[in-house]
């Protein structure tokens, strides 16, 4: 339930029950599952200094870039957790990074049936065009 409220309170912009349902968390036989870190990574990229300092008080991971590395280290055929660590990249503006872990997303079988990778290619069709050696080659 506590990672539903992560998603729910992440999507709404409300840190601080992000970061209570975190901490609930701390005491689920799941603690260590990788959708939670990824779930973890995905709010606490939205988390202003204020919200990151008190998530270091409740002692709750804050390495965004470690909680992703550990969601997509154990659950790799997952396509959004690809192209989560993708956008990170794209953010600052880090192509030569981000499209290798954009084209691990695209050659998972899941992604043909995810909305949310549709959506990405879509946006990054146009890039491709104009920079086609920014990439790997796109197959049908």
């Known amino acids: 339930m506590a990672l539903l409220e992560i998603g729910m309170a992440e999507q709404r912009g409300d840190n601080a029950a992000a970061i209570a349902a975190m901490r609930r968390t701390k005491t689920s036989p799941s603690r260590d599952h990788p959708v939670l870190s990824a779930s973890f990574a995905l709010a606490l990229l939205k988390f202003y200094e204020a919200?990151?300092?008190q998530a270091r008080a409740a002692n709750l991971p804050t390495d965004i870039r470690a909680l992703q590395?550990?969601?997509l280290m154990q659950l790799p055929y997952i396509p959004a957790y690809w192209a989560d660590v993708a956008d990170n990249y794209e953010r600052n503006y880090?192509?030569?990074t981000a499209f290798p872990f954009y084209d691990g997303a695209f050659s998972l079988p899941a992604q043909a049936?995810?909305?949310a990778m549709q959506?990405?290619?879509?946006?990054?069709?146009?890039?491709?065009?104009?920079?086609?050696?920014?990439?790997l080659p796109v197959t049908p």
């Open 51 to 53: 919200a990151l300092a």
């Open 69 to 71: 590395a550990r969601a």
């Open 94 to 96: 880090d192509w030569p």
């Open 113 to 115: 049936s995810c909305a």
């Open 119 to 135: 959506d990405r290619r879509a946006r990054l069709k146009p890039i491709r065009r104009d920079f086609p050696d920014a990439s």
